[in-house]
């Protein structure tokens, strides 16, 4: 039982939530509190928060009236109704949890994806003077935003960050904290990086991709999320840091009372 508890540990600890719960259901406790929030983590990092919230409705009655689990259920709905705050969050965390696991690959197409979303969020926000944004508006689609420079600015590259690197430099109002957010975004690495996500799977090619040549292009893969972060706060939105450790410590919390509980009815 106590290893089963270090294992279940060292696999939250890398993000993998779907391995400790098998561990979980290995000795009888992917019910427990623990159990059903490493549950819903597990449908959250691949971004089914819908699903993830659902499960947080399994938890006990005590826990489901716990502080943290109520933050944690209003966390997932914000990320339902794609609020940038939230969403921004969980791409900072989703990238980190890439290079936790040295999944190179998918963490340089999470980097191109997460740059398009800073500019799309730029764009649309630059056109709704100051109503509600929302991720999941009809807006935030490329297809729309190429139709809107199309149309509107004449703007025709089907390139998506492209076209809008054209608007901001000839259509935009003048705005210090977006034009740094652009020069962040284009400096001579991140481009660099972004053409080795093009020469790999998640691109155009069948590159691979190694810790190596990551740290020659960028430096530290951390000073990526650095750069990030220092491009949303600029933008003003507001960043849950360590979400996800947090996350984790509430679970270890849980699960240790529950594996000691579990443990003493064995030997009653």
Known sequence: MIYSMQVVKKLIERYDYGGAFEVLKEVGLEKSNGG????????AVNFDFETARKKLNTLSEAMIKNEACTKLKKEFDALNEGQPDALMSELLENLKFQIVNEEYIDFLGRVYRFKEAIYKYMFIR??????????????????????????????????????????????????KNIDHVIDVMNTQKMNQLIELRHES?????????????IQQIYGNPYSILDDFRECLESMNIKLDRYKYSKINDMILNFLEAEFEEKGGRKHD
């Open 36 to 43: 059903v929030i490493i549950d819903a983590c597990r449908y």
């Open 201 to 213: 799977l998640v691109g155009h090619g069948f590159k691979g991709v190694s810790m190596e040549e």
């Open 126 to 175: 630059s056109h709704m003077n100051n109503r509600p944004f929302s991720f999941h508006m009809k807006f935030v689609q490329k297809k729309e935003i190429l139709r809107i420079l199309r149309n509107q600015y004449r703007i025709f590259n089907g390139n998506l960050t492209y076209a809008l690197n054209a608007y901001f430099k000839k259509h935009a109002k003048p705005d």
